[in-house]
């Protein structure tokens, strides 16, 4: 029942705000949402939480094979939680923009949010598509409402490349479904399915660009930093934090474990699209002069070690993974905070203008500080905790003969981020400070509370990963058990 | 049966009501009036009540699909009197006679969604089409209707030509006009009858506006008054599809083989041509005229695949497609500016109307939680049971073409702004009832079953 109510709060929560007209009301609204989500996130997924109510199944499309099936597990906890965890920051840390029709945005936001929730823990192929879609939508015009000056085309863009990727895998879940011993959409009867291996291939990358559009990994990239800069910054946290999310999680629970013998012949192809992805996003990084895309890109490399460490299949690297989506949600949000203030405050991006801002701004300095050493992945950071153990996977990986190879040209992903990350904060924080940068003022409560939320979660889990280990543990070892078996019998 | 005669008698109504009724309102009225009573009465047919008798000597079988499909025709008709039958004024000062011709379409719908007979079949098409022409040209006044006309009833007629012959064919092959009546001997396939079947099978695709038979729709699409235009691309174009499933479902099933390849061809041309196309136009109303031949390269989907999944999934898209562009075409109709930039700014002033502008859009984009994306889901399924993936990676692919053009009105609508303002003549009841429709589209796309139960019990 939680899950349920997971999935129904910000989608009622979203339909009712589409009727509140004030700025103030419709904020308070939402984040009063928010915080219900959150409850209900962390409750199901701490002890308290009964397997009964982390799983509901409602009838539906029953001729179809299809039913409302939806379940918290490891994974889906974990990215469920990042869902609900990041909302109420984003809109702490938005609360000072204001929106023309706000009602309309937070509908859409809270509708996203119930997209996304729905995606995670859906465990019915076709209710996965329904919820792929519902999270896009929104997102499509929240973007091209509320975005910058070249939303329109952009958001278009985006658009018409994940709708086009997500009907192919449309029809990747059809060919399955037809493979299905029960005719059933249900996930469990995908993973009964065994395919040979030459069908595999066909319907992995199916499944798989659809993944691969939304992560994005290259050459399917091209998308997102024109995006992640035209859109409004708070729509921009959720793609980024959140929505991402959707690409990984789709090869964890509908790619490798359904067709696992594809995933292992393919392994190497998707590795090294992600390895020349992290070299060359690292390297585009280190030209930006805009602040949003410089962090865009510096996504496309986190994205791309995670893709590379999945198709590694390692259990260290997978629970590297489940952590590093969690952490990387948390981080990109807070460098996404940092991004907002000044541009709200500068009225521009560009690091060409900025510097001198510590002198001004010394808590906003010091947090930012703390979020840029985590995208590096400094140790005490979360993001350390997460980058060793994958980079730990990929290096000890059995199924690639390239393994020592790509893990080497991985790790250059650490030294390319210090030198972009570092150099951003050079040219905003420190140096002479100019005509621009000379009336800044520090930050207000409200900011300083989001990004003392983000700065805590980022100490806490560098210091202490358990919790995040343990409620994804289980789940990593019945994945993998099964994609192993189905190597051997490849071999 | 039942279904026929009444929409016979209430065209007949309808042309001789224009002499004691005085107002347009009360014309209005009664034809409403007179659609509601005939889908009660199909709906009674449906549940097993038959109201009249008549031996129709097995030339025609009104079972639940036939049934099914003049109910969604007949709703259909509703709809687009409710929405549309205020701006059918504007066109000419035949008013009484515009509802009389569309009655008797509705007539033709009923005969070729159960004929058993290739001469039924032959008669149904023409009585559909005859009042078609009428229609089209029925802004006399305007040169483009005029050609509209003549150049549908040309391509109409020619169509018909090649239907005949290949009936001829048919019957000269086989001895009988019956579609239950042809006995193959798979090993011996007379060329008589493969030959009559190909004329047929063009024939057909002239009706529906599939590739490369095409070309009169966009023409005939614009240059017919815009209130035809969305019965003619709707309720007519759907009627032709339902009888081009019968027709190869009960009489050339079994000889599949023979021109399953072709029309696949058929389909995939109609898919690429119609979306591709539509990219390019500036036009609300030609985009429209080609969407309908792309969605009509779905539906082909449904004569290649011929299972039970097709069927259902036909009965599906006549409904979803039949209401998402009348609705669409309701409000286009009331537009002085009819490119896509005369939609700039529409959102600001209509909200409730963009709002239900956009579910139709999505549906016909095929996005999930629309009716739209169940009806493309079920001829994607029909498809790939039959085995061609290839066929279906290509509709998929299409599809994604189309959001572009589906999605170039909402960015109009939404996103640019303008500063004229639309005066638009828009009722409380016209936007109740868009919002119906609306409400419609979204149930269909979440519990079709409310639809396609009725197909079974």
Known sequence: ?491 | MNALIFSALSGVAMMFAGIWLRTNNSIRSLAILLSLVNIVVTFLELRGVHIVQVNTAGMLAFDSFALLFILIAQVSTLVFFLLSSRDMEKVGRNYPDYFALIFFILAGVAISAAFQSLLLLFLGIEIMSIPLYILAGADKRNLKSNEASLKYFLMGSFSTGLMLMGIALLYGATGTFNLQGYVYDLANIPVLLIAGLMLLLFAMSFKVSAAPFHFWTPDVYDGSPSVFTSYMATVVKAAAFIAFMRLFAESFGAIKTEWKVLVGIITAATLFIGNITAVFQQSVKRMLAYSSIAQAGFMMMAIYALNSDAKEGLLLYAAAYSLATIGIFAVLVKMKDQTFDGFNGFARQQPLVAATLVIFLLSLAGIPLTAGFLSKFMMLRATIVEGNIWLVVFAVLMAAVSVYYYFRLIQAMYFRESNQTLALDITPGFRYTLVGVAAVTIILGVFPNVLTYWLYF
């Open chain 1, 1 to 491: 029942m939680i899950v349920l109510l997971l999935f129904l709060v910000p989608l009622i929560g979203g339909l009712v705000s589409f009727a509140l007209k004030d700025d103030r009301t419709a904020k308070g609204w939402a984040l009063l949402v928010s915080f219900v989500t959150l409850a209900l996130a962390i409750w199901g997924n701490s002890v308290a939480g009964t397997d009964a109510g982390r799983a509901f199944q409602g009838a539906w499309m029953g001729s179809l094979g299809s039913s409302f099936s939806l379940q918290l597990d490891g994974l889906s906890g974990i990215l469920t939680l990042l869902a609900a965890v990041a909302y109420p920051i984003i809109l702490l840390a938005t609360w000072n923009s204001t929106y023309k029709r706000p009602g309309n945005f937070f509908a859409l936001m809270l509708l996203t949010q119930a997209g996304m929730i729905g995606v995670f823990t859906a465990t019915d192929a076709l209710l996965f598509y329904f919820f792929w879609e519902l999270a896009l939508i929104p997102m499509y015009f929240l973007c091209s409402q509320w975005g910058g000056e070249r939303r329109i085309a952009v958001t278009f863009k985006f658009f018409i490349y994940t709708f086009a990727a997500s009907v192919l895998m449309l029809i990747g879940l059809l060919y399955l479904y037809f493979q299905t011993p029960d005719r059933s959409f249900a996930l469990q009867s995908f993973y009964a399915i065994e395919l040979p291996v030459s069908q595999q291939s066909v319907v992995f990358w199916l499944l798989f660009i659809a993944f691969a559009v939304k992560m994005p990994i290259f050459p399917f990239h091209t998308w997102q930093p024109d995006t992640y800069e035209q859109s409004p910054t708070a729509a921009t946290m959720v793609l980024s934090g959140i929505m991402v999310k959707m690409g990984v999680f789709g090869v964890i629970r509908w790619v490798i474990p359904v067709v696992p013998a594809a995933a292992y012949s393919w392994g190497d192809v998707v590795m090294s699209m992600s390895i020349i992805g992290i070299i060359y996003a690292s390297l585009i990084a280190i030209q930006q002069n805009d602040l949003k895309r410089l962090i865009a890109y510096s996504s496309i490399a986190h994205i791309g070690l995670m893709a590379a460490t999945l198709f590694a299949e390692t259990e260290s690297g997978w629970q590297g993974v489940m952590m590093q989506m969690f952490n990387h949600g948390v981080n990109i949000i807070g460098l996404w905070i940092v991004v907002e203030l000044i541009e709200r405050q500068m009225g521009t991006r560009k690091l060409s203008e900025l510097g001198g801002l510590a002198q001004k701004a010394p808590a906003l300095a010091i947090l930012l500080v703390i979020v840029a050493f985590a995208n590096i992945s400094l140790p005490l950071t979360n993001a350390f905790v997460g980058e060793f153990m994958m980079f730990n996977g990929i290096f000890t990986s059995t199924i690639t003969k390239y393994n020592e190879l790509f893990a080497v040209l991985a790790m250059l992903s650490i030294i390319l981020a210090a030198v972009y990350t570092l150099n951003m904060i050079q040219k905003v924080f420190f140096g002479p400070v100019n005509n621009l940068t000379a009336n800044a003022t520090d930050i207000r409560f409200n900011e300083k509370l989001a990004l003392g939320v983000v700065v805590l979660l980022i100490l806490v889990f560098g210091i202490y990963p358990q919790p995040l280990l343990n409620l994804t543990g289980g789940f990593v070892d019945v994945i993998l058990n099964k994609a192993n078996v189905a190597h051997l019998i490849v071999k």
